[in-house]
C-alpha cells in the first residue's frame, strides 16, 4: 500500500483540494487559533470584506460592450441583440447588471465560484440569469468529461441542470471541475486576524487595563473579598477607561501584565491585513492599507498595477466566459469591458496624450474623443501629417548637376 494510502485509508487520487489544505494546515473542520472560519466568519474581518470587494467593484464598475468581428477585421457594436441586454442593463427582475456582476464576483473570490442559472425563452434565447447563492449547488461528474450542477434552496431541490443550463465564472481552479476556495486556503491568516480581533475588543472591553493584583493591608474575609471583586468589576469598561480609583485599607494595584508595546497587536494586525491581501491578490494600498511613505504618484502606479495584475485576470475570466456560455462561442461576437476610467491619469497628462497623438498623426481627433466618451463630429476622422514628415508641395527635387 502506498503512503497516501496508509496516511488516508483512500487513494491520493481521490483528494479535493479542500482535503489537501487540511493536510497542510494540520487541521480539519476549519477552526484556527481557536475560532470557527467559515465564508461568513471570514467577511467580519475587514481586510477579507475590503478584499473581495474590491475585486467585485473592478468587476462590476466598468461598462461590459458586446462586438461583432467584421471580416475586415474591425468591430462594430452589437447592442441590438438580447445578450447585451442582460450583461449591460437587466440579467433578472430583480438585479440590474452592476448588481448581478458584483454578487457573482463576490461569490467566486470568496468561494471559488459564482452560479447563475439560465432561463431561455420559446425562441431558445436566453431571458434571464438568476443567481444561486453559495452553499445552495454542488457540482459532481457524471462521466469522464461531463458533470451536473445539483440546486436547491431553503423550499426544497430546484433540479439538476448541465453544463449549458448555467452560467459559471471561476476563481482559481484545482482542475477543470473545482474551484479553489480562498477562505479555506488563507484561514489560517483570516483565523489569526479574527482571534486578534477578539483579543483586543475584550481589552477594550475591560477598559485597556491588562489583568494585574490588588494589594490590601490584613486578610480579608470572603464577604469583603466579594465586595472588593464586584466593585472593580463595576468600575472597569471601555467607558470607566481612566477614571480613578478610591479604595480603603490601603489598597495597591500591582500590574502583572504586559504593555501595549509588549502586546503588539498594532503590528500583528499590519501582517495579517498584508497576508490576507497577499492571499486574494490585492495591493494593501487598494483596502486603505498606506505606508506613511507613500506618494500621489507611487499611489497612481499602484492603481495602474491593481488594474493589469489584479482585474485584468477577473475580466478575462469574466470575458472568455460570456463568449462561450452566453454568446455564440466561435462566432463573431465578442464581449469586452471597458476599463478606459481605470487607467485614466490626470487631465494634464491625457492632454499630453491626446495632442501628441493627434499631433503624430497616430490617432484621429475621432478616436481620441471615442477614448474620452464623446460622439464623433464630422471632419475629424482623418489623421494629421506632422509638417517635417509631409511630402514637399513642389514635389522631388532635381539633383543638382555640378
Known amino acids: 500500500m502506498k503512503l497516501w494510502d496508509r496516511l488516508l485509508g483512500r487513494k491520493a487520487a481521490q483528494l479535493t483540494y479542500d482535503q489537501v489544505a487540511d493536510l497542510i494546515d494540520g487541521v480539519s473542520g476549519g477552526t484556527i487559533a481557536g475560532v470557527s472560519v467559515t465564508e461568513k466568519t471570514a467577511l467580519q474581518v475587514a481586510t477579507v470584506l475590503a478584499c473581495v470587494k474590491v475585486i467585485a467593484d473592478g468587476c462590476a464598475t466598468p461598462n461590459i460592450g458586446v462586438f461583432r468581428q467584421k471580416k475586415d477585421g474591425t468591430r462594430e457594436r452589437a447592442d441590438n441583440i438580447p445578450e447585451y441586454r442582460l450583461l449591460s442593463r437587466r440579467p433578472n427582475e430583480w438585479q440590474t447588471s452592476f448588481e448581478w456582476r458584483r454578487q457573482m464576483t463576490l461569490h467566486a473570490a470568496l468561494t471559488g465560484s459564482g452560479l447563475s442559472i439560465k432561463v431561455k425563452g420559446e425562441n431558445g434565447r436566453i431571458r434571464e440569469l438568476i443567481p444561486v447563492m453559495p452553499g445552495q449547488w454542488d457540482v459532481r461528474r457524471v462521466s469522464r468529461y461531463d458533470v451536473r450542477y445539483r440546486i436547491w434552496d431553503q423550499f426544497g431541490t430546484i433540479g439538476e441542470f448541465g453544463p449549458d443550463a448555467v452560467f459559471v465564472i471561476n476563481g482559481v481552479q484545482w482542475d477543470w471541475v473545482c474551484s479553489m476556495n480562498a477562505v479555506n486556503l488563507a484561514r489560517s491568516a483570516v483565523g489569526l486576524a479574527i482571534a486578534t480581533e477578539r483579543s483586543q475588543s475584550s481589552m477594550h472591553a475591560n477598559g485597556m487595563r491588562p489583568s494585574g493584583t490588588y494589594s490590601v493591608e490584613g486578610t480579608l474575609n470572603p464577604e469583603q473579598y466579594e465586595r472588593l471583586a464586584d466593585f472593580l468589576k463595576r468600575k472597569s469598561g471601555p467607558d ?157 527635387q532635381d539633383e543638382i548637376q555640378p
Open 240 to 396: 470607566k477607561a481612566g477614571t480613578p480609583l478610591v479604595l480603603d485599607r490601603g489598597a495597591k494595584w500591582l500590574s502583572t501584565s504586559i504593555t501595549g508595546v509588549d502586546a503588539q497587536h498594532v503590528e500583528t494586525r499590519r501582517l495579517q491585513i498584508e497576508e490576507m491581501c497577499r492571499a486574494y491578490g490585492v495591493f494593501p494600498i487598494m483596502v486603505g492599507h498606506a505606508d506613511k511613505s507613500s506618494t500621489f504618484a507611487s499611489s497612481e502606479a499602484f492603481f495602474a498595477a491593481h488594474v493589469k495584475h489584479t482585474l485584468a485576470p477577473w475580466h478575462k475570466a469574466w470575458t472568455q466566459r460570456i463568449d462561450e456560455m452566453l454568446l455564440d462561442g466561435a462566432g463573431p461576437l465578442f464581449a469586452e469591458f471597458d476599463v478606459r476610467y481605470l487607467m485614466a491619469g490626470s487631465m494634464r497628462d491625457r492632454a499630453q496624450w491626446a495632442r501628441t497623438m493627434s499631433e503624430m498623426g497616430i490617432y484621429t481627433r475621432n478616436e481620441i474623443r471615442d477614448e474620452e466618451g464623446k460622439d464623433p463630429l464630422p471632419g475629424l476622422d482623418e489623421p494629421l501629417t506632422p509638417m517635417n514628415m509631409g511630402r514637399s508641395p513642389q514635389g522631388p
